[in-house]
């Protein structure tokens, strides 16, 4: 019960939050991603809203600190999010590197072995398959691919 109420304040916080957007009520906005950092410190939500929100009042270490903390536990689907943040945060060949491999890579739990297609045969360490396997397709895809004959349009067509 105790997590279900917590869950539901950090979602009301965070919502207030937003409601602060403009410049002049950042303050505000601050404050309330505080107190629900205060209820859950690394709320992937409340810690990306936090540092946008103080990298904006030019407290960019803090807004730093903040996203490297969160790198290690925040899920593998989250990451480009995360990076393109610390991208803004701080501009850099370092950050652009590391936000276009969050694009790039794919999350743990699809890293699985690709299993080898079926007419695949493993020969001496070749790291080609052998063209056996291949031998005959060709004549079968020459001959699909051949334009039909041209002859007398079907009338529907003709009238067109």
């Not at 919502?15 to 629900?36: K, T, V």
């Not at 501009?91 to 890579?105: M, T």
């Amino acid at each position: 019960m105790r997590q279900a109420e917590d869950a539901a304040a950090v979602e009301a916080l965070i919502e207030g939050s937003r409601q602060f957007r403009a410049h002049w009520n950042r303050p505000e906005a601050i404050h309330l991603l505080r107190r629900a950092r205060a209820i859950a410190p690394w709320h992937f939500e409340v810690v990306v809203e936090l540092a946008g929100h103080v990298t904006r009042c030019d407290q960019k270490e803090e807004a730093r600190l903040l996203l490297e903390g969160l790198a290690p536990r925040c899920e593998p689907y989250k990451r480009p999010r995360l990076r393109a943040a610390q991208l803004a945060v701080s501009p850099g060949p370092r950050s652009l590197w590391r936000w276009l491999q969050s694009l790039v890579a794919r999350p743990e739990s699809e890293t699985a072995p690709v299993a080898e297609p079926a007419w695949f045969e493993p020969g001496d360490g070749d790291a080609f398959p052998p063209l056996r396997a291949l031998e005959g397709r060709a004549e079968a895809l020459s001959e699909a691919a051949e334009p039909p004959e041209e002859g007398p349009l079907p009338p529907a067509e003709a009238a067109r």
